[in-house]
């Protein structure tokens, strides 16, 4: 399978534990995107990379929220000190740069988060 | 906030029926991307339109845009049950970022 994958699928975690979920896109993909999804809603943009760079983050991604791309390859986003608003699904996406800024996103399944 | 706002928000048909559901938007996009989710999994892309363009089929899919009222439709025609799903509109901006909205629920009654 080459599409994009997430580790863990689903965690389960304390308030005030500190959590990290992975993320490999697909593999000649150099954009990859962080969301959060609750409930019912839509999935919301926490940040994204053009390689190894971190090109934005949204106000969202509070000071506890931290997301690195170290070698422009996978992804890994840490939150600390887990709060119960925390809870949701975390998915992530890749795409291509090249060509404009046209190119369809793939999404990975996500990391289900709850926190107790 | 979410820039994308589907509408309606829930959508019952029969099989075989057409389902159209509208995408509205705030600011101007590079383009407009459509994605299903069935529940509890991931979100699938259905199709890409770019801001040049009005008008683009996939399949059993037609997506239309119009940016001067800055909007957007998805027609599912001769619908199955297993398009039952939710459906999303993305408006991508700069750096091809992805606003969702809250979504079109589709129920597709056999």
């Known amino acids: 399978d080459t599409g994009v994958s997430q580790d863990p699928r689903h965690k389960i975690t304390k308030r005030g534990q500190n959590v990290t979920f992975r993320c490999d896109p697909i593999?000649?993909?150099?954009?990859l995107y962080w969301y959060r999804q609750t409930l019912g809603q839509g999935p919301e943009f926490l940040t994204y990379?053009?390689?190894?760079?971190?090109?934005?983050k949204s106000r969202l991604l509070s000071d506890r929220f931290s997301a690195e791309r170290p070698k422009g390859s996978f992804s890994t986003l840490e939150i600390q000190r887990t709060e119960q608003g925390d809870s949701a699904m975390y998915l992530c996406?890749?795409?291509?740069?090249?060509?404009?800024?046209?190119?369809?996103?793939?999404f990975g399944p996500g990391t289900r988060l709850t926190v107790l | 906030s979410q820039q994308g706002e589907e509408d309606p928000q829930a959508l019952s048909i029969q099989e075989g029926e057409n389902a159209t559901m509208n995408c509205s938007y705030k600011?101007?996009?590079?383009?407009l991307q459509w994605y299903r989710q069935n529940s509890g999994r991931g979100l699938v892309h259905l199709i890409l339109?770019?801001?040049?363009?009005r008008e683009k089929h996939s399949g059993r899919l037609r997506v239309t845009l119009d940016t001067s009222k800055k909007s957007s439709s998805l027609l599912i025609t001769a619908s199955r049950a297993a398009d039952t799903a939710s459906y999303f509109c993305?408006?991508?901006?700069?750096?091809?970022?992805?606003?969702f909205g809250g979504g079109t629920r589709v129920l597709v009654k056999p």
């Open positions: 996406a890749s795409s291509l740069a090249s060509g404009g800024p046209y190119n369809e996103q793939f």
């Open positions: 593999s000649e993909h150099n954009r």
């Open positions: 990379f053009q390689n190894e760079a971190q090109l934005e």
């Open positions: 600011t101007s996009i590079n383009n």
């Open positions: 339109i770019r801001s040049n363009e």
């Open positions: 993305a408006p991508a901006a700069a750096g091809n970022k992805l606003t």
